[in-house]
């Protein structure tokens, strides 16, 4: 483990005991991405703005978390890509279309819900994104953001610039805690974005300087990792 990789799950640690002995997040959410009290108005918070109002395609974590966001953006009429679990098999997103759900948005936009009724795709079968909501554990005014450290949101945010999918066109939002926005430095790695937005039940974040990655760091991922993500495999096999 790096010097990053201890301080950043230093930070995890304390934000996860801070949400549980407070009371925002139900028991049992150490080690997760938390579902907090108060995503719902997080979500209608989010849903105000301009640039949701303007996106037409959003791409969400499967996490509680972002739940209360997916399902509004299926009411509101927006394409939602949602990302597979552990980016299982060459389809890695479930395509969520409101006008052929043939479910409530709430049942379609659960984890559950998004295996019985989307569609799976590619990459290469999506359009491009408006808003990416990207599931986190801590987060700073500045925009860095940790999430659980499994990597995989970083790892789908990477592949979708690859791709042209996600551009300086795109929003990157957290929708977090009040107790997870930290003001704290939190180290940052080649392969990690920034968000542009942090939205809690209680404010809007604006946050400056945008980083984002050119693509995949393949120096960052391990053989095993690669291995276990069947898009990263076939893309190291067509590469050699």
Partial sequence: MTNIDEA??????RVWRLLEREGAVPEGSYGKIPGFYGAE???ERLAALDVWKQ??????????AQLSIRARALKDGKLLYMAVPKMAGLQPFFLLDPTSLGVPP???AEKRGAAQVAHRIGIE??????????????VNRSGTRIGKGAGYSDLEVALLIEAGLVTNETTIVAPVHQLQVVDEEIPETEHDFSVDLIITPDEVIECPNRR???GLVWEDLTSEKIEA???LAMRAREHG
């Fill in 55 to 64: 996106a037409s395609t959003i791409k969400a974590n499967p996490d509680w």
């Fill in 229 to 231: 993500i069947p898009v």
């Fill in 8 to 13: 950043k799950t230093a930070v995890r640690d």
């Fill in 125 to 138: 079968d999506m359009r491009p994104i408006d808003l990416v909501i990207c599931g986190s554990v801590a």
């Fill in 106 to 108: 709430e049942q379609a």
């Fill in 41 to 43: 108005t997080t979500a």
């Fill in 212 to 214: 984002r990655p050119q």
